[in-house]
Antibody, heavy 118, light 107 residues
Framework: QVHIVQSGAEVKKPGASVKVSCKAT????????IHWVRQAPGQRLEWMGW????????KSAESFQDRLTISSDTSTTTAYMELRTLRSEDTAVYYC???????????WGQGTLVTVSS | DIQMTQFPSSLSASVGDRVTITCRAS??????LGWFLQRPGQAPKSLIY???SLQSGVPSKFSGSGSGTDFSLTIDSLQPEDFGTYYC?????????FGGGTKVEIK
């Protein structure tokens, strides 16, 4: 049974960094990829990036290119999303989610609220 | 980036109604389209991939169609658990953009 559990809520000051973890169980981690999607209050879902857990290749939306790092650790079946130089507009719920290569998301984590406030 | 447009942005329907939601892509995305349902305060749930294939465990009351730039999601016999916001997402090209959502409310 696929299970994806994310780390807890974070409160950060502008200019700081945040790192959210995503622990996946119930399947062969390296055979799939992990996406990161965020949702600001009252806004649409926004795709941020993706990592192939097998070869660790990543793709990121250009709007995050310089601030976003996505990584994974097959030994702990955990993916990570680090966003740097936070600003108030980065306040959102951040989701990680699984997909097979070339297919869309099928399982989602529960979400992690990141609040950026001075 | 490929822009995804959904309409209507919201609709009111009664339990038992049949509802159709539309999604349009700014470029040809073949059948690389997924549909998701997000209930208030919850993570999204995956419903459909490849425009018309049901994700595992999703009831057949949900059906998707379309290819190229125009797609639709139909929900038969709406039940209370079907109310929420529906999103389409293209995965033809990076970034994998989402539509703006269609909020389905109880009439």
């Amino acid at each position: 049974q696929v299970h994806i559990v994310q780390s807890g809520a974070e409160v950060k000051k502008p200019g700081a960094s945040v790192k959210v973890s995503c622990k996946a169980t119930g399947y062969t981690f390296k055979n799939f990829g992990i996406h990161w999607v965020r949702q600001a209050p009252g806004q649409r879902l926004e795709w941020m990036g993706w990592i192939n857990a097998g070869n660790r290749n990543t793709k990121s939306a250009e709007s995050f290119q310089d601030r976003l790092t996505i990584s994974s650790d097959t030994s702990t079946t955990t993916a990570y999303m680090e966003l740097r130089t936070l600003r108030s507009e980065d306040t959102a719920v951040y989701y990680c989610a699984r997909s097979w290569v070339g297919l869309p998301i099928d399982y989602w984590g529960q979400g992690t609220l990141v609040t950026v406030s001075s | 980036d490929i822009q995804m447009t959904q309409f209507p942005s919201s609709l009111s329907a009664s339990v038992g109604d049949r509802v159709t939601i539309t999604c349009r892509a700014s470029h040809d995305i073949d059948s690389y389209l997924g549909w998701f349902l997000q209930r208030p305060g919850q993570a999204p749930k995956s419903l459909i991939y490849a425009a018309s294939s049901l994700q595992s465990g999703v009831p057949s009351k949900f059906s998707g169609s379309g290819s190229g730039t125009d797609f639709s999601l139909t929900i038969d016999s709406l039940q209370p658990e079907d109310f929420g916001t529906y999103y389409c997402q293209q995965y033809s090209d990076y970034p994998h953009t989402f539509g703006g959502g269609t909020k389905v409310e109880i009439k």
